[in-house]
């Protein structure tokens, strides 16, 4: 069975950080792509970030862009989300995510992942 699961959302003051890990089933770690998303209240789902199976490439929205990193750890079949100098902006529904392996062009696509974890909640909040 597929599975992607997050964890490590919670509350957080602006300007603090807060790492988020998605665990992944070996048989989509080591075979695609993956991503996070996030939906704020009100708003749409957008992307934020996405690393290639290689890890050879990593690709950020230009809003978490020098604050959020991306990372795989393959012998833990997981992907993380540094944030750092978080903002009250950055409060949503974050979500991991996993695509067939392409260009890196095709990251900001949600349409394009076939996996999707069940999310966790961020919030940033003084």
């Known amino acids: 069975q597929v599975q992607l699961v997050e964890s490590g959302g ?9 790492t988020l890990s998605c665990a992944a089933s070996g ?12 939906r704020a209240p009100g708003k749409e789902r957008e992307f934020v970030a996405a690393i290639s199976v290689s890890e050879e490439h ?20 997981t992907m993380y989300l540094q944030m750092n100098s ?5 409060t949503a529904v974050y979500y991991c ?15 394009l992942y076939d996996y999707w974890g069940q999310g966790t909640q961020v919030t ?3």
């Open 10 to 18: 919670g509350l957080v003051q602006p300007g603090g950080s807060l």
């Open 58 to 77: 990593t690709y950020y929205s230009n809003s978490v862009k020098e604050r959020f990193t991306c990372s795989r750890d393959y012998a833990k079949n």
């Open 86 to 90: 978080l903002k009250p902006e950055d």
């Open 27 to 38: 048989s989509i770690f080591s075979d695609y792509d993956m991503g996070w998303f996030r």
């Open 97 to 111: 995510a996993a695509k067939s392996a392409g260009h890196s062009g095709s990251y900001p696509y949600a349409i």
């Open 124 to 126: 940033v909040s003084s």
